[in-house]
């Protein structure tokens, strides 16, 4: 029940924040791919081996046209960490949020396009990987994105890019005993099509 509530209020935010926005947008969009998450800051302190936990990536974009412009996604995606040793494996699923700062130069052909901005992560699920999801940890994380691709005008506007989250929010996981602490990294390939 608490995770349908968190889910409602995280897509209710989501749709507060995209309806003003989109009233001003000069393209909208679907976008869906790739989401690799690693794991940084590790030290030795988090037991069992670890490995990445990768999964999917699929929401909508907002855009405003011209040389310099915006950007505004909202996108479910997944991420955390795997362990070998049975309990101690953490994995979330999230509605990101980001809004950046794009540069694009248009031309008939190709549009490179490069961004950079805030973003906003409201979870709505912990996997703890048969053990229990670590308490106290935030509901709402921060984050910088940057990435960059290209749309194809050619081919009906598809779009395909790449964009790295670096986490800036302490997740204060409890198997971490380190000062460092986890904090999440993600690679995303995404493509994208534009109406």
Known sequence: MAVRLRMVAGLA????FVAPAASHAQGI?????????????????????????SGVAIGLGLLSGGVIGWGADALYAERGFSSSSAGSSQQFTYVDVPVYLRAALSNPV?????????????????????????????????????GGGATL????????????????????LSTVSNSENYKTRSFMILVGLGF
Do not use: M, W
């Not at 969009?29 to 936990?53: D, M």
């Not at 490179?112 to 048969?130: H, K, M, V, W, Y």
């Open 13 to 16: 935010a989501v749709a507060l």
């Open 29 to 53: 969009g679907i976008k869906a791919g790739y989401s690799y998450g690693s794991v940084p800051n590790n030290s030795g302190v988090l037991p069992g081996e670890l490995s990445a936990h």
């Open 153 to 172: 005008h050619r081919l009906a506007g598809l779009s395909v890019e790449g964009r790295y989250v670096y986490g800036l929010t302490n997740l204060n």
């Open 110 to 146: 190709i549009t490179p396009f490069a961004f950079a901005g805030p973003q906003a992560s409201i979870e709505l699920r912990c996997d703890g990987g048969g053990g229990d999801c670590p308490s106290g940890r935030p509901k709402t994380t921060y984050a910088g994105v940057i």
